[in-house]
């Protein structure tokens, strides 16, 4: 009797607490929801290490500043502290460091960006622009690394030309991008990465722009950094291409065509260096990127939560994700297999197929998902006949997801399946434990049944996969960190359920009918 007051009293602790918490947080700060979602947003951290100082030592950047398609929030220097000012120019913004009267400094200027991604539809029916202002047409004429009027160049511009602007874009773009890529960070002009046929970002954007320059459209390189989760010495170089008052983004290296994604940085136009320095010291550097979240809501003093969390470098966006979902992911499984009376394999295996699904096309990834299970669930069927030890046939399986995934990988290079190309991204280990757990199931039910727990548990994973990807509910955690307890407090009411599942009503429902009419 006293077990079962403990459990009813923590039952009610579990709802009242959590309650009582939201509700005062809410009533000292007016929650509005979209203020709640979470922001992805890098942080850079421009480090530059400068030694050897003879007198006084200057170091010139272009840094980020905020545009149509990107928000800008400067957070300040750290390290030695040095001059900086800013100069602004037609190019972008320039940083200045000056160091006086010390032998060494190391630099530190950091900038938190949230991108947006930027896509033009080139309509079909439209000719090249004929007139073009001043300063548009300045972007006509050669340079010293774009040789425009170069014969070669202006050759191949006219082979390349079509009738219309979108025509001859897509066949100066087609060009360009099948040269085979190289990465050296050396500078290589337009008329080098034509005679060479082959060429880094940097090549292959001068030479887009010299065939679109010796054909009267007006193009200029743009660089910035592509923002990543890691740290990097390597600068990006893209071109934009002018047409009816917009300039169109191209990406050669990468294939965007009239695409900017979102974590592209854009820091100057021209051709230009992203770095300049005294050159007599000694001078290394490097952009330190990290992906976080940010949320005006999350900076509020009352409602904290847990989102100091965000400002700690270990944790990862992914880690976060599966940190503060996976007990809602499993709370779901439990309801849909005590409740419902879904069968899957295994409690927590649809919760991690579902979180392998987060970071591609869904439908893609489980037809792909798919196709590896059975394909190998299949031979490890056999090799249970065999009745092999248990551990050969765990490598075995293993081995065999890592060939079809490898064939599946090679096969979608090879015919342009990008379903195939994704299946390199998949978890092998859970790929492993799923063929595992199908091809046992084969070997004690029939196949009707064992395909329908298979179907049961992409179903459920689909679920679970739909809770991994919605930053609302990853901002609300982070908001309302006790709405946990109330996650115990359903888990202790489920784990006394009785009654029957939904689906068995289904089942026995001929049954209850029988009953009824003898009843009658």
């Known amino acids: 009797m006293q077990g079962q007051k403990s459990y009813k009293y923590t039952i009610v602790l579990c709802f009242v607490i959590p309650v009582l918490m939201i509700g005062f947080k809410i009533w000292k700060t007016p929650i509005i929801w979209e203020n709640m979602m979470p922001k992805e947003v890098f942080r850079i951290d421009y480090e530059f290490d400068v030694t050897g100082i003879q007198d006084q030592a200057k170091v010139r950047a272009y840094i980020p500043q905020g545009n149509f398609r990107q928000t800008v929030h400067p957070l300040g220097a750290a390290g030695d502290s040095v001059a900086f000012q800013q100069a602004a120019s037609p190019n972008g913004l320039e940083g200045i460091w000056n160091v006086q009267g010390r032998r060494e400094a190391f630099i530190t200027q950091s ?3 949230e991108g947006k991604a930027v896509e033009f539809t080139l309509p079909e029916q439209i000719v090249v622009q004929q007139e073009f202002p001043d300063s548009i047409a300045a972007y006509l004429l050669p340079s010293d690394h774009i040789q425009s009027t170069h014969h070669k160049i202006v050759g191949l511009a006219n082979v390349l030309k079509r009738k219309e602007f979108s025509q001859t874009l897509q066949s100066n773009f ?31 954007s001068r030479l887009f722009a010299a065939i679109c320059r010796a054909q009267g459209i007006p193009a200029r390189v743009v660089g910035g950094i592509i923002m990543e989760d890691v740290s990097k010495r390597t600068s990006h170089l893209w071109v934009e291409v002018f047409q009816a008052d917009h300039w169109i983004p191209f990406d050669l290296l990468n294939g965007h065509f009239a695409y900017l994604p979102a974590h592209y940085l854009e820091l100057y136009k021209g051709d230009h260096f992203l770095i300049s320095r005294t050159q007599e010291v000694l001078f290394d550097y490097q952009f330190d990127i990290k992906r976080q979240y940010r949320s005006e809501l999350g900076s509020a003093a009352s409602i904290s939560g847990l989102w100091p969390l965000l400002a700690f470098k270990g944790i990862s966006i992914p880690l976060l994700r599966t940190l503060l979902l996976l007990p809602l992911a499993a709370l779901v499984i439990a309801i849909l297999s005590n409740v419902v009376g879904l069968k899957t394999f295994g409690t927590l295996l649809p919760a991690l197929i579902g979180l392998s699904l987060v970071n591609v096309s869904f439908i893609v990834g489980i037809i792909t998902f798919a196709v590896v299970v059975i394909a190998v ?23 065999m997801v890592i060939m079809v995934l490898l064939g599946m990988a090679l096969a979608g290079q090879v015919m342009g399946w990008d379903m195939a ?43 679970c996969c739909l809770i991994f990807r919605s930053n609302l509910i990853i901002g609300y955690f982070l908001t309302f960190p006790e709405s946990y307890i109330a996650l115990l407090g359903i888990l202790l009411l489920l784990g006394r359920w009785i009654g029957m599942r939904l689906m068995e009503y289904h089942r026995f429902s001929p049954l209850a009918r029988l009953v009824t009419a003898k009843s009658s």
């Open 111 to 113: 900038f938190e960006v």
């Open 174 to 204: 087609q060009f360009v991008a099948q040269i085979p890529s190289s990465n050296t960070g050396l500078l290589t002009d337009a008329l080098t990465t034509l005679e060479r046929n082959r060429a880094s970002c940097n090549g292959k």
């Open 377 to 399: 669930a299949l031979v490890h069927f056999q090799l249970l006949k065999w009745r092999l030890l248990h551990v050969p046939q765990l490598v075995i399986m293993l081995t």
């Open 421 to 463: 190309r994704f299946s390199v991204l998949l978890p092998i280990v859970v790929l492993s434990i799923t063929a595992e757990r199908f091809a046992k199931t084969l070997a004690e039910e029939e196949l009707p049944d064992a395909l329908k727990m298979l179907l049961h548990t992409f179903l459920v994973a689909f679920l």
